[in-house]
T-cell receptor, first 112, second 114 residues
Framework: DGGITQSPKYLFRKEGQNVTLSCEQN?????MYWYRQDPGQGLRLIYY???????QKGDIAEGYSVSREKKESFPLTVTSAQKNPTAFYLC???????????FGSGTRLTVV | GQQVMQIPQYQHVQEGEDFTTYCNSS?????IQWYKQRPGGHPVFLIQ?????EVKKQKRLTFQFGEAKKNSSLHITATQTTDVGTYFC??????????????FGKGTSLLVTP
């Protein structure tokens, strides 16, 4: 079955450590996205990529980094520069900008 | 910042009552999409509206896109407990820092009491 997989589901890290969240899709979608969800805040865009080897910053990119070396993969690194990293992170993909998004099941990151 | 506003933030209804959530943008939207997120789950795509004044129906759900393409609504007729969740609108802004990515509203959380 085609889909989008995020791992791990839960992640705990100590403050000051970088952490990388995985996102893999086998839907053959060109575009991939990372959103952050906090209670009562909806979904806020971190980074997105429309094509391999290219990505753009979203509204809250500070303290995050991404890569898009393969069409199937769009990992997100939460760096120690991110002031408030504890959140629910959602990865999504779509065939293009005028199509609905398919979301992964999310990674809940807790930094202690 | 967030340019797609959604109201109300919460809505609690009795099963069988109707429910409506509204979405507004300060700028014209290329399209509007609606998603549903069940508690503990992830957003699931419901529908996309593209044309000015467009109305689409999915069983008890009716989606509308405003004439000016700056607002939208989702109406659920005769709610059921299976409708519980958070409903998000998301728009592709014609002028945005987000470029070609959707800008999401904060969502409306619907609670349905049997």
């Amino acid at each position: 079955d085609g889909g989008i997989t995020q791992s791990p589901k839960y992640l705990f890290r100590k403050e000051g450590q970088n952490v990388t969240l995985s996102c893999e899709q086998n839907l053959n979608h060109d575009a991939m996205y990372w959103y952050r969800q906090d209670p009562g805040q909806g979904l806020r865009l971190i980074y997105y990529s429309q094509i391999v080897n290219d990505f753009q910053k979203g509204d809250i990119a500070e303290g995050y980094s991404v890569s898009r070396e393969k069409k199937e993969s769009f990992p997100l690194t939460v760096t120690s520069a991110q002031k408030n990293p504890t959140a629910f992170y959602l990865c999504a993909s779509s065939p293009g900008q005028h199509y609905g998004y398919t979301f992964g099941s999310g990674t809940r990151l807790t930094v202690v | 910042g967030q340019q797609v506003m959604q109201i109300p933030q919460y809505q609690h209804v009795q099963e069988g009552e109707d429910f409506t959530t509204y979405c507004n943008s300060s700028t014209t939207l290329s399209n509007i999409q609606w998603y549903k997120q069940r508690p503990g789950g992830h957003p699931v795509f419901l529908i996309q509206l593209v044309k000015s004044g467009e109305v689409k129906k999915q069983k008890r759900l009716t989606f509308q896109f405003g004439e000016a393409k700056k607002n939208s609504s989702l109406h659920i007729t005769a709610t059921q407990t299976t409708d519980v969740g958070t409903y998000f609108c998301a728009g592709l802004l014609t002028n945005s820092n987000s470029g070609y990515a959707l800008n999401f509203g904060k969502g409306t959380s619907l609670l349905v009491t049997p």
